[in-house]
């Protein structure tokens, strides 16, 4: 019984690391870069579900479109006026692009995480559950009302994104773009627009999993921190680029982390993640789904 409980729970929490690391995946699969900023998606998702919820006294099932809407223009305005410049100029940039992808994201974390901190405050405030059922029997499993809730929406929309990666035109696009970004420009797609719609839905994601979890992890300046921190560890081991190895990876660090909780260490479980990907590594440089092509 106390397997099959940790197992849940483990893949529980797996759905929610796989929200963040697959945007993060799609942005280094377009771009070849790391955004920095990407936990700050996920606290000002956080925080726009707690304060539409709780401060304007709006119900829950409004707050969590309106966290993923914010995170879509957040992510927008960060390609459009900070990552443009990567590609605009993408045949002059040579070695320097990894340096200012580093700089610009990372600066933008900083700015973020004190502009809330001094609009909003630094004391963490916690957002309203989705449903007020506390407890829900499911055979011989108990889980909150709230995380069952969350956990079905965040298998439908991560289904949501394989199936637009898979059999739409527009992800059809961004698998080419990420492969080679100037066969597909010949091949007449654009790949500007393309970065954009990715950035921008990084961003979705990543804020609708601060949506998700403001019930459970209380919205707060540096919130974001954390989870951006297991979504690179997360894209690393899954695979650079590869939305499948990511998902894959978030189950298995989820799952691995439950089992560790309780019989390893619980002050330590959060470090796990870091010695499975050392392990992995030095047998699998390229990561459990990592291919030396490097794709969406």
Known sequence: MLFLDLTLNGLITG???????????L?????????????????VGAYVYTIVCAALGLPPWFGLPVAVASGIVLGWLTEKTLMKPLY???ASWGLMKDEYAIIV????????INLVDKVVGPYPIRGPELVSVARIEIGPFIVSGHRLVATILGIAVLSGVFWFMNHTLRGKQIQAVAQNRLGSSLAGIDPGRVSNLVFAASGGLA???GGLLAPIINASPDVGIFPAI???VIVVLGGMGSVFGAVIASLFLGVSESF?????????????GLVILIVVLMFRPQGLFGEKERKV
């Open 105 to 112: 994201t990372f600066g933008l974390s900083l700015l973020l």
């Open 15 to 25: 759905i929610f690391y796989a929200l963040m690391a697959v945007g993060l995946t």
């Open 207 to 209: 804020a609708f999993a």
């Open 88 to 90: 605009s100029g993408y």
């Open 260 to 272: 560790a909780a309780v019989y390893l260490s619980y002050e330590y479980r959060d470090t796990f």
């Open 27 to 43: 942005i280094f699969g377009i771009l070849k870069v790391v955004n920095f900023a990407h936990g700050e998606f996920y606290m």
């Open 230 to 232: 297991k979504s690179y």
